[in-house]
């Protein structure tokens, strides 16, 4: 089970009941639970840059200089807001 979407301090708990049969089919059953504790995953960043602004010869003041490029950012921790 993927349990990264646990924030720092969330917790989720998991039972099972387990049974026991000896070799005279007696059984014994009980519950077993255990709990986890969720950490911070650090956000991830990809920038992928898309190619170099040239300025053109001339009057330098007067271009209109663009660029464009792709950024990405996630979380694994649900709970987190990302910001840019």
């Known amino acids: 089970v993927d349990l990264d979407f646990l924030a720092a301090g ?3 708990t998991f039972s099972y009941t387990v049974t ?3 070799s005279q089919g007696a059984t014994a ?3 077993v ?3 986890l504790i969720g950490s911070n ?3 991830t960043l990809s920038v992928v840059d898309a190619a ?3 300025e053109v010869a001339g009057d330098s003041s007067a271009q209109d200089l663009r660029g464009t490029g792709l950024v ?3 979380d694994l921790d649900d709970n987190d ?3 840019l």
Do not use: H, N, Q
């Open 10 to 12: 969330e917790t989720i």
């Open 20 to 22: 026991a049969t000896d």
């Open 29 to 31: 059953s009980e519950v």
């Open 33 to 35: 639970s255990f709990t």
């Open 41 to 43: 995953d650090a956000p």
């Open 52 to 54: 170099p602004i040239l």
């Open 72 to 74: 990405s950012f996630g």
């Open 81 to 83: 807001t990302v910001s």
